[in-house]
């Protein structure tokens, strides 16, 4: 199993994140892949390769091209307008009723996000590419005819939409590699294995299904592709009842116009343990399998863990493996692409262990 990683994602440093009313420690921070990729060589788990460069077109595929300039400039443009050079955070966030759109230096921030949990710091945007970038890499290795990659993606993804950012998340890394597999199969045949033309008239996307693990509801990921036939969104959550992101995630968002049906999600209550979460995993798996997808790309966020300190499901280390196993079942090639989990003295050993249960199919 080869893991893409680039040491880039250190330059996205944020010193802060706001929480029920108190400016705190970011949970969110470097440490986080320096614990999984520690890890990875301990357990000489395969190799260990650095992104290709992509240019924008493949981000702009699931990315509003402004809120992509947004990015690329937000730390120097709020900084040159005498906002703190610590970070970027809004003040005023564009809501329902108020949502004019307004992108001067100092209220582009709230514009372009859903809440103040994702600062911007100098790096940010750079680190943010390199993960897409490695998302990216990942989906083109399984075009190539690989059938397990991991991309060590950090800023995470799942969080942003098409031109939102929130949640730790700017680019949406899953979503980006996802729309990478259905198109770059237009160029292969055979699911990717050879790299063999396809003939022009089968020049139809191929399905690809994402499958969303990390606690919180991918809502970045569910907007993106919510009228999209050829993507089915499955995602295992903490009920946005009780948790974060709050505002989306319910049962009966079920997906719209060519994508309804395509947009399936699983609410959960606190104190989920292995047994129950393996339970729903396998009614995910079997909307999965109806699908009948090309790719498979999974969000894997290990904040379902009982130690998580912004989660409240109970699963132990021992679920990863056995989590992994079950998806590896599927038989079908899979991009693992790193979304969330915040207990970082145990995230080693649960990454490892999800990658160890993926690989022994
Ligand atoms: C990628 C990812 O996992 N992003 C998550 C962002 C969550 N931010 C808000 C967390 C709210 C936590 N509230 C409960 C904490 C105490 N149980
Ligand atoms: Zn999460």
């Known amino acids: 199993m080869i893991t893409i990683f680039s040491p880039d994602h250190a330059l996205h440093d944020a010193p802060h994140e706001f929480l029920d009313g108190k400016l705190i420690a970011p949970h969110e921070s470097p440490i986080r892949v320096r614990m999984i990729l520690e890890a990875l060589e301990r357990a000489d788990i395969g190799p260990i390769q650095s992104p290709r460069a992509f240019d924008l077109d493949p981000i702009r595929a699931v990315h509003d091209n402004d809120y992509l300039a947004y990015l690329a400039q937000a730390y120097e443009r709020w900084v040159g307008a005498g906002g703190d050079a610590a970070a970027v955070l809004p003040s005023t966030l564009a809501v329902r009723w108020m949502s004019r759109r307004s992108v001067g230096p100092l209220v582009a921030p709230g514009y372009y996000s859903f809440d103040l949990s994702a600062p911007i710091v100098a790096g940010t945007y750079r680190a943010a590419r390199a993960a897409a970038d490695a998302a990216l890499t990942g989906a083109a290795l399984l075009l190539e005819g690989q059938r397990l990659a991991y991309a060590l993606c950090r800023p995470p993804g799942h969080h942003a939409g098409s031109d939102l950012y929130g949640g ?46 990390d606690f919180h509801h991918g809502n970045g990921t569910q907007q993106i592709f919510y009228e999209r036939a050829d993507v089915l969104f499955v995602s295992i959550h903490a009920d946005p009842a009780r948790e974060y992101p709050y505002f989306a995630g319910y049962a009966d968002e079920r997906g719209a116009g060519a994508g309804a049906g395509l947009n399936l999600n699983f609410p959960l209550e606190a104190g989920v343990t292995n047994a129950r979460y393996l339970a729903v995993l396998e009614q995910a798996l079997a909307a999965i399998a109806d699908f009948a997808p090309r790719f498979l790309v999974l969000s894997a966020g290990f904040d379902t863990f009982g130690g998580d300190p912004i989660g409240d499901f109970a699963l132990t280390a021992d679920a990863y493996p056995l989590i992994g196993q079950r998806i590896a079942q599927l038989g079908l090639p899979t991009l693992v692409v790193q979304e969330g989990g915040y207990a970082v003295a145990a995230l080693g050993e649960n990454a490892t262990g999800l990658l160890r249960g993926l690989c022994a199919m």
Not at 175 to 185: D, E, R
Not at 186 to 198: K, M, V
């Open 168 to 213: 730790y998340c700017y680019l949406n890394n899953a979503a980006i590699a996802a729309h990478f597999l259905g198109v770059g199969s237009w160029e292969l045949a055979d699911g990717g294995r050879s790299s063999q033309l396809s003939t022009p008239s089968s020049q139809l996307p191929a399905r690809v299904a994402v499958l969303d693990i």
